[in-house]
């Protein structure tokens, strides 16, 4: 059983926007110091979509830069992904991961199980 989750994904039409949250599903993590979210579309690769970490920086993949923002960091391993103007191209399984990292080697992570987002008119 995935050790985060997460919720709010759905259909949306092009230009719609959609609010994806996560959360441990129970218990506390072990520290943590990377927040993130990934996603997956059909035929294609594992992609970051966003990163937070503990010292507050953030990063974005090209295509979603000034459409869609992590929520700040939370060592909790609490997280969102606030995505507007939505693009058939964004349809994809997204999955929020949190992890401990030394120098951008992981030493652990959890994740979640994922969540579909499909953007389609």
């Known amino acids: 059983q995935a050790q985060l989750v997460e919720s709010g994904g759905g259909l949306v039409e092009p230009g719609g926007s959609l609010t994806l949250s996560c959360a441990p599903s129970h218990g506390r993590l072990f520290t943590i110091n990377v927040l993130g979210w990934y996603r997956q579309a059909p035929g294609k690769e594992r992609e970051m979509v966003a990163t937070v970490s503990s010292d507050g920086i953030t990063n974005y993949q090209d295509s979603v830069k000034g459409r869609f923002t992590i929520s700040p960091y939370n060592a909790k391993g609490t997280m969102s992904l606030q995505m507007v103007d939505l693009k058939p191209e964004d349809t994809a399984v997204y999955y929020c991961?949190?992890?401990?990292?030394?120098?951008?080697?992981?030493?652990?992570?959890?994740w979640g199980q994922g969540t579909q987002v499909t953007v389609s008119s």
């Open positions: 991961t949190a992890a401990w990292t030394v120098g951008g080697t992981i030493s652990y992570d959890y």
